[in-house]
Nanobody, 125 residues
């Protein structure tokens, strides 16, 4: 399994931006489809965004469409989540996840084999 480490979380004001990174270990990053999930206090973890193995196909939670952008740099074994126009309801722990089966993006948590430890994103004035 690939090892995943998230970074880039922190405190942002409403309307602000943050960029999350997910660094993956190993030399087979290009074989994995990747995703971002988040869990707000008292809520279930939910899907946020996903990307296929080549980085050409993406999928988003409706509430983040047009504000968040998922991308990956396979040469650097890293995935990103650019978050713009942040809202207080985006406050959550954000997790990156990797799926080894197939090349198309996945959106269900059960599809993912490896998870990072999470990074806190807080949106508040």
């Amino acid at each position: 399994q690939v090892q995943l480490v998230e970074s880039g979380g922190g405190l942002a004001q409403p309307g602000g931006s943050l960029r999350l990174s997910c660094a993956a270990s190993g030399r087979t990053f290009t074989y994995y489809t990747m995703g971002w999930f988040r869990q707000a206090p008292g809520k279930e973890r939910e899907f946020v965004a996903a990307i296929d193995s080549s980085g050409t196909q993406t999928k988003y939670l409706d509430s983040v469409k047009g504000r968040f952008t998922i991308s990956r740099d396979n040469a650097k074994n890293t995935m990103f989540l650019q978050m713009n126009t942040l809202k207080p309801e985006d406050t959550a722990v954000y997790y990156c996840a990797a799926n080894r089966r197939g090349t198309n993006y996945r959106t269900y948590q059960s599809d993912f084999d490896s998870w990072g430890q999470g990074t806190q994103v807080t949106v508040s004035s």
